[in-house]
Nanobody, 126 residues
Framework: QVQLVESGGGLVQPGGSLRLSCAVSGRTLSTYDMGWFRQAPGREREFVAGIRWTGASTHYGDSVNGRFTISRDISKNTLYLQMNVLTPDDTAVYYC???????????????????WGQGTQVTVSS
């Protein structure tokens, strides 16, 4: 059984940084396309960042491109999201997710993901 456990969320001031982690157990991280999603109250779930199962490519949502960086450590079976220059609009619950599809196109929709973590709250406020 694959399990994803996020950590690293918290309260940060505007302009600050946080690094989220997603520990994967039950299967090797490189088996999956991996993604970070977020959902704020009253808003739809949003794709934030993703990394191909090969590690060959990364992808970012328009609102975070240039500020967030996704990475992974295969030896630790852990996915990361480095978030810089945070704004109040980044406030949300952040989820990591794993997709087994390995299609020709990277999966940007949450419906294409098979496994989800429980989420970690990120609050950006002064």
């Amino acid at each position: 059984q694959v399990q994803l456990v996020e950590s690293g969320g918290g309260l940060v001031q505007p302009g600050g940084s946080l690094r989220l982690s997603c520990a994967v157990s039950g299967r090797t991280l490189s088996t999956y396309d991996m993604g970070w999603f977020r959902q704020a109250p009253g808003r739809e779930r949003e794709f934030v960042a993703g990394i191909r199962w090969t590690g060959a490519s990364t992808h970012y949502g328009d609102s975070v491109n240039g500020r967030f960086t996704i990475s992974r450590d295969i030896s630790k079976n852990t996915l990361y999201l480095q978030m810089n220059v945070l704004t109040p609009d980044d406030t949300a619950v952040y989820y990591c997710a794993a997709s087994i599809l390995k299609g020709l196109v990277f999966p940007f929709s949450g419906r294409q993901y098979n496994h989800w973590g429980q989420g970690t709250q990120v609050t950006v406020s002064s």
